[in-house]
């Protein structure tokens, strides 16, 4: 079984910073892309950012230049660097990951249980 376990999330002043974690174990053979979602209350998951095996990255418009995502591959770990927090940046953040548990089955994706970012004064 796969596990992917979020962490790093927490109360943060508007301008400030965060970063997360997400963690991915269990019977890994080779782990694709990569990604961070958010959900804020009341609206649907979105996009924030995500990173190919090979580390092409891409952002939703709302944090580019804010966000930046990285992968440690050694480690089985995407991080979500948070800058520049704004109030409409509270939302439980989701960690996904595209996984092959084999080499000869299709990956799938997996998701975490997510961690709370809330922005306020």
């Known amino acids: 079984q796969v596990r992917l376990v979020e962490s790093g999330g927490g109360l943060v002043q508007p301008g400030g910073s965060l970063r997360l974690s997400c963690a991915s174990s269990g019977s890994i053979v080779r782990i694709n892309a990569m990604a961070w979602y958010r959900q804020a209350p009341g609206k649907q998951r979105e996009l924030v950012a995500g990173?190919?095996?090979?580390?092409?990255?891409n952002y939703a418009d709302s944090v580019k230049g804010r966000f930046t995502i990285s992968r440690d591959n050694a480690k089985n770990t995407v991080y979500l660097q948070l800058n520049s927090l704004k109030p409409e940046d509270t939302a439980v953040y989701y960690c996904?990951?595209?996984?092959?548990?084999?080499?000869?089955?299709?990956?799938?994706?997996?998701w975490g249980e997510g961690t709370l970012v809330t922005v306020s004064s």
């Open positions: 990173i190919s095996s090979g580390g092409i990255t």
């Open positions: 996904n990951a595209n996984i092959h548990t084999t080499w000869v089955t299709p990956a799938s994706d997996y």
